[in-house]
């Protein structure tokens, strides 16, 4: 499982763009990328997956160059309840998968 | 679809006792993993089966173990249970593909305190 690097935590107030970016330098050439987001106490919930350009759903963006050694999960217009641990994961469950710490958003008001 | 459904969804235990979790994956799914979330460790991958089998293993202790029935449904237990295995208890179904395009959705967990 490629080794993933994100910001601990982000701070932004409601209303703006939210760009959260995880570094994998030694992504594999058939991983794929996926960000999950997770509320306290809830299990981890699957917001966008990609594997190269750009990818967007109704809730977010993924942008991935073209060298695939990161990636930027985008939010748009968070609001309050986008709070919350937002983790990359890139590459197939193994014996090595971690989710590693994510990126702890706060929007406030 | 319903979503991946844990019993319990809180447990209170003593220090050596045993306990028995229980996860039911979406329908259709064949691949269920289980994972242990701790503030101090976050999210670590215990186990992954696929039918009936054990595919992963993550790095714990053999008092984890885990099994898999021919309906997909899985259970982890954990024996002699330490003050450091309290945490919440996730388990993850997907699809039984081995690419990492394989999605991961996740019950909503199992509250686990030892005392």
């Known amino acids: 499982l490629a080794k993933t690097t994100q910001p601990i935590s982000m701070d932004s107030y409601e209303g703006q763009e939210v760009n959260i970016t995880c570094s994998h330098n030694n992504i594999a050439t058939n991983d794929y990328i996926t960000w999950y987001q997770q509320f306290p106490s809830q299990g981890p919930r699957f917001i966008i997956q990609?594997?190269?350009t750009k990818v967007t759903n109704e809730v977010a963006s993924l942008f991935i160059p073209a060298d695939r050694k990161s990636s930027t999960l985008s939010l748009p217009r968070v609001s309050l309840s986008d709070t919350a641990v937002y983790y990359c994961?890139?590459?197939?469950?193994?014996?090595?998968?971690?989710f590693g710490a994510g990126t702890r958003l706060t929007v406030k008001p | 679809k319903a979503g991946v459904t844990q019993t319990p969804r809180y447990l209170i235990k003593t220090r050596g006792q045993q306990v028995t979790l229980s996860c039911s994956p979406i329908?259709?799914?064949?691949?269920v993993s289980w994972y242990q979330q701790t503030p101090g460790q976050g999210l670590q991958f215990l186990f992954e089966y696929f039918s009936e089998t054990q595919r992963n293993k993550g790095n714990f202790p053999g008092r984890f173990s885990g099994r898999q029935f021919s309906n997909s449904r899985s259970e982890m237990n954990v024996s002699t249970l330490e003050l450091g295995d309290s945490a919440l208890y996730l388990c993850?179904?997907?699809?039984?593909?081995?690419?990492?395009?394989?999605?991961?959705?996740f019950g909503p967990g199992t509250r686990l305190l030892v005392l």
């Open positions: 990609g594997y190269k």
């Open positions: 329908s259709g799914h064949r691949s």
């Open positions: 994961l890139v590459g197939e469950v193994n014996n090595d998968m971690r």
């Open positions: 993850a179904s997907s699809l039984p593909g081995t690419s990492s395009r394989e999605t991961q959705y």
